[in-house]
Every structure is written in C-alpha cells, then in structure tokens.
C-alpha cells in the first residue's frame, strides 16, 4: 500500500502545521519540496513511519519528541524528553541577554537550568568573544546540550550543578535561566505537551517561585560589578519577581513582555 503526501495532509487525520511536520521528518525533504511535488508516493515503510507518528500525535506525544527536533532563534535543536522543549517565548529572554552583551567582548555568560541548551547556543553564536557556561542538574540534559553545542558549532562550558552548587566562587557578567517556575497543584500540568515534559523542570514547588527565590538570592554573589540576572517566569508571576529581586538589592529591577503581551522575563542589576 502506498500514499501520495498531498493526499496525506489533505486527510486531516491530526492538525495540518503538525501532520506537515511529521511528513516533512519522514521523507526528510523541506516543505518547499513537498509541496512542489504533492504527487510523491511515499513508500510503504515511509507510510508505517508515518502512521505510525500520527497516531502517537493523535494520542497527545509533542510533535517535538516524535521528530525529536525544535526550532529556537533559527537553530535547529535537538530536543529528548528527558529536557523541556524549547518555546518561542523563550527567545526574548536571550534577545534581553545580547542587549546587554557588546560584540567582541569576552564577557562571561552563565546559563542556569540549560536544558537542551537552546539559550546557550543561541547567546554563544550570536556573541563569540563571549565564554558561555551552562548548567543542569540533569546529566542527561548537559549530554544534550553538549550534541546541540557541536551541532551548531559553539563552544560551551557545560557542568552537572544544582544551580551553583559546582561553580564554587566564580563570577559572570550575565546569568540568564530558565527555571521551574509552576506550582505543584497548577491545573495547566494537565494539558497539552506539558503533559509530557519532564516534571522536575516544570514544578517549582507548591507556590511556584522556589527556584526562582534560590536564583535571586544566590546570584549576587556569583555576579561581578554592574551584572545582570535575567530569568523566565510564569505569565502571573512578574510583580512577585520584582519584588523578590528588589529585596535582594538589585537595581534597575523590570520585566520584559513577550509578543503576546505577556510580562514573561524580569531582570535587574548589582
């Protein structure tokens, strides 16, 4: 039994950007090329593969991890879910990070709670004179992050840490993260992808701010003069983070929103 890749996405057997991008990873051609040729007949072990996809999508598994690829600041990276996967909301976290980092200084950048190393790699290949350093507390995450790394040519410092727990004394010019920050009974854990990413980098705890309370109160000492912690919040969590960075003595304290409006990163300054 064969199939024709027009006829595929026309049966609309799950989403259409979806079933676009499961067939676009089993015949490993660009969506350009499928749709110039929707005529193409797949094969019959192609077909399997991609039945086989669909259904797993029918059944809730993020098209991230079936492909087992997702697009961050125009980097392809790979993503397992052993890691969460990398959202576009994300990206305005490394934008506020390079504004704050001249070309061609070797500043020295820390990235908390790497993952799959999306915001490193982003920040390391947008400024090479930078030294980027990047953590996890998950050994299989830093394994990740180091293939994303090679895949996209930058260079990183990857250390297995609980937040700076390995980093002894060391100092940066900007530490950037993108922590747990959902509560433990937060009904959105039962929805969509969430359902499948990894809980340890979701769950903060019971009120949602514990990683983020480590960080700000952690990072002055690991930020040398004029430095600046930029993180990733919850979409109602920006005027606590504020708060809690002020408490902590950090200055020109604001948050950022994203293209949908959202105050989604907060920041200050030592």
């Keep these: 039994m064969t199939a024709r890749a027009g006829d595929l996405l026309r049966a609309r057997e ?3 950007a979806d079933a676009r991008v499961l067939l676009r990873h089993v015949l ?9 040729h929707p005529e193409r007949e797949l094969t019959a072990i192609q077909l399997a593969q991609y039945r086989a996809l669909v259904e797993r999508r ?10 087992g690829e997702r697009e961050f600041y125009s980097m392809a990276m790979k993503v397992t879910p052993a890691v969460l996967i990398p959202r576009p909301e994300t990206e305005l976290l490394v934008e506020l990070a390079l504004e704050r980092m001249a070309q061609g ?3 020295a950048v820390l990235d908390l709670a790497t993952g799959s190393g999306c915001v490193a790699c982003a920040v390391a290949a947008e400024r090479r004179a930078a030294r980027v350093t990047a953590t996890d507390i998950s050994a299989a995450a830093i394994a990740l992050a180091r293939e994303n790394a090679a895949r996209h040519g930058v260079t990183l410092e990857l250390i297995e840490s609980d937040w700076f727990a390995a980093l002894a004394t060391r100092r940066f010019d900007v530490i950037v993260a993108n922590p747990p920050y959902v509560a433990a009974d937060d009904p959105h854990l039962d929805d969509g992808d969430l359902r499948f990413e990894p809980r340890r980098a979701l769950i903060a705890g019971t009120t949602g701010y514990e990683c983020v309370e480590e960080i700000v109160g952690q990072a002055p000492r690991h930020l040398g003069p004029g430095g ?9 969590q920006a005027a606590g983070c504020r708060t809690r960075l002020a408490r902590a003595g950090f200055e020109e304290v604001f948050s950022a929103r994203d293209l949908a409006g959202i105050e989604r990163v907060s920041g200050g300054r030592v």
Excluded: N
Aim: glycine share 6%; aromatic share 12%.
């Design 228 to 236: 600046w912690l930029l993180f990733e919040h919850g979409y109602d």
């Design 58 to 67: 029918r059944a809730g598994e993020p098209v991230a991890y079936l492909t």
């Design 105 to 107: 200084r070797a500043m």
């Design 28 to 36: 490993q051609l660009t969506a350009a090329q499928i749709a110039a």
């Design 14 to 16: 799950v989403d259409l």
